[in-house]
């Protein structure tokens, strides 16, 4: 296995790599100072409270990873995965653009959600166009992947830093612009490397080939959705209405999109369960994918505080003073991509490693060790939190070994989860679960951001037990994962 990795890979996994790597430079570097730019009332920002700001950002965060969905089936059925990528470059680029003007709030929100709708296009595609490049699948496409992941985390590492640097320190606009300036970077690289290297890769859409079958289903497909779309507007007018939700304020409608989500994932699953013609083995693997679901919802929901509670921590109760100078609390963020960086390749070695030893442990044992490292990184920010509310600062240790818990934890679930998603989703559905994976992120995104809305800066001694709640849900959840490993891995009909 090791010498088919090692065999030099096409140029065009280098041109999606740096073109990923700006394009994750942009989004990773304006999001570590949005938060920071919305609570903001000296430096001209948004002046909100925590709670209303980190609904925006949740709501933001959530909608980039669910604008996947439209984004993945605009390639497949109309522009191809080229086009997709180049446009959706663009329109982030213009988004950062609109950021980087200081106009008030209409334009601000105007800017995010270009870049929001610019990402839902730019992102499921650009990973899927990477494993077009090994139509042969197996470990060179596994290792093509590892490859990828790397650019991600090291455009994310520089965007936090620059992007982090300068909006801090010399003005938000500045940073925002810097974020325009890196995605114009990437544009550049994918439209003269695309050209070149991945010629004929992406260009159509996947042919769909209609009979008159397939067209009286898409028929009956179509009526259905449309039906469950009013559904869903009569329930949220309900919910409205009767008061249970009000959807005026930002918290109000983060939790209405928390909702939606939830519905759209479950009807989802249950569909493909009982009306998908699946045969009795891939009914008990899209049991496991809804396990994984809701795990990897979990685990982003914490690790995703990064840029919420976690950046709140860092900025208000963190000693963030070295030799005179003192730290952007955006920095902190990068920890996680850091981490990632240097411990993805130690990962990966101790599986093949466990592996040669028939050791390697499966999906839900993973799983399991992500949800309950991240469990643990909270329990360490209970005990920092224990000293913020006495009014001291707490020692950077303590944010510095819960991000290396978390990344310890992502590279657990995160890798290996996509490619279980990829294997585990019977045929003619791997595009759509994988669709479903980002929306598992977006769903994790929208809860990090709900939940910080109780970091309030008048209210601080609610902390350590906001923060023991995630560490106990998660640690839990991991448990019951570690405990049920076994059926969990006969659900998934021999594939491991
Ligand atoms: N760091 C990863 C990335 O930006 C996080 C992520 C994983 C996001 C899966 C969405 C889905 O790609």
Same mark, same amino acid.
């Given at each position: 296995m090791s010498a088919?990795?090692?065999? @030099?890979?096409?140029?065009g996994l280098y041109v999606l790599f740096f073109a990923e790597m700006w394009e994750r430079f942009s989004y990773y570097g304006m999001r570590a100072i949005l938060l920071l730019f919305l609570l903001d009332s000296v430096r001209g920002g948004m002046a909100m409270n925590a709670a209303e700001a980190a609904a925006i950002y949740g709501l #933001?965060?959530?909608?980039? #990873?669910?604008?996947?969905? $439209? %984004?993945?089936?605009?390639?497949d059925n109309i522009l191809g995965q080229k086009k997709a990528i180049w446009y959706g470059g663009i329109v982030?680029?213009? %988004?950062?653009?609109?950021?980087?003007? $200081? %106009?008030?709030?209409?334009?601000?929100?105007?800017? &995010?959600?270009?870049?929001?709708?610019?990402?839902? &296009?730019l992102k499921p595609n650009i990973s899927s166009i990477v494993g077009e490049l090994y139509p042969e699948g197996g470990a060179r496409r596994d290792a093509?992947?590892?490859?990828? #992941?790397? %650019?991600?985390? &090291?455009?994310?590492? &520089?965007?936090?830093?620059?992007?982090?640097?300068?909006?801090?320190?010399?003005?938000?606009?500045?940073?925002f612009g810097a974020a325009a300036v890196g995605m114009l970077l990437g544009l550049v690289v994918f439209r003269y490397g695309s050209a070149r290297h991945l010629k004929g890769m992406g260009d159509v859409?996947?042919?769909?080939?209609?009979?008159?079958?397939?067209?009286? @289903? =898409?028929?009956?497909? @179509?009526?259905l959705g449309y039906a469950f779309i009013g559904a869903l507007v009569v329930l949220l007018i309900v919910l409205q209405s009767s008061g249970v939700l009000d959807m005026t304020t930002a918290q109000g409608l983060a939790k209405g999109a928390g909702v939606i989500i939830v519905i759209i994932s479950a009807s #989802?699953? *249950?569909?493909?369960?009982?009306?998908?013609?699946?045969?009795?083995?891939?009914?008990?693997?899209?049991?496991v994918l809804i396990i994984l679901f809701l795990a990897i919802a979990l685990f982003w929901a914490g690790y995703e505080q990064a840029g919420t509670s976690l950046q709140i921590f860092a900025e208000r109760h963190t000693q963030r003073v070295i030799g005179g100078w003192e730290v952007p609390s955006s920095w902190f963020q990068n920890f996680q991509p850091t981490?990632?960086?240097?411990?993805?390749?130690?990962?990966?070695?101790?599986?093949?490693?466990?592996?040669?030893? =028939? *050791? =390697?442990?499966?999906? $839900?044992?993973?799983f399991a060790a992500g949800l309950i490292l991240l469990g643990l990184s909270f329990f360490v920010m209970v005990a920092a939190s224990k000293i913020a509310v006495t009014g001291q600062l707490a020692s950077p240790l303590f944010l510095t070994f819960t991000y290396f818990l978390h990344t310890i934890g992502e590279l657990c679930v995160s890798p290996v989860g996509l490619s279980s998603y990829t294997k585990l989703a019977p045929k003619r559905y791997v595009s759509q679960l994988m669709g479903i994976w980002f929306v598992g992120a977006s769903l994790g995104n929208l809860i990090a951001g709900i939940f910080a809305g109780g970091f309030d800066e008048e209210n601080i001694m609610q902390m350590p037990g906001l923060f023991n709640q995630v560490a106990i849900i998660t640690t839990v959840f991991g448990l019951i994962l570690l405990v049920f490993w076994k059926p969990i891995k006969g659900w998934m009909g021999g594939i491991s």
């Open positions: 088919q990795i090692s065999q @030099k890979h096409p140029t #933001y965060t959530a909608s980039v #990873y669910l604008l996947t969905l $439209p %984004g993945g089936w605009l390639a982030i680029m213009l %988004g950062h653009i609109i950021l980087a003007v $200081p %106009g008030g709030s209409g334009l601000f929100f105007l800017g &995010l959600t270009t870049v929001a709708v610019g990402t839902g &296009l093509a992947f590892s490859i990828f #992941y790397m %650019g991600i985390n &090291l455009g994310s590492f &520089l965007g936090i830093a620059i992007v982090g640097y300068l909006g801090e320190r010399i003005s938000w606009h500045m940073g859409p996947p042919a769909r080939i209609a009979t008159a079958e397939s067209d009286a @289903k =898409n028929g009956t497909n @179509k009526k #989802y699953f *249950l569909f493909i369960l009982f009306a998908g013609g699946l045969t009795r083995v891939e009914q008990y693997r899209v049991v981490f990632v960086l240097l411990f993805a390749p130690v990962l990966a070695s101790l599986w093949i490693y466990l592996s040669s030893k =028939n *050791l =390697n442990p499966s999906i $839900p044992v993973k």
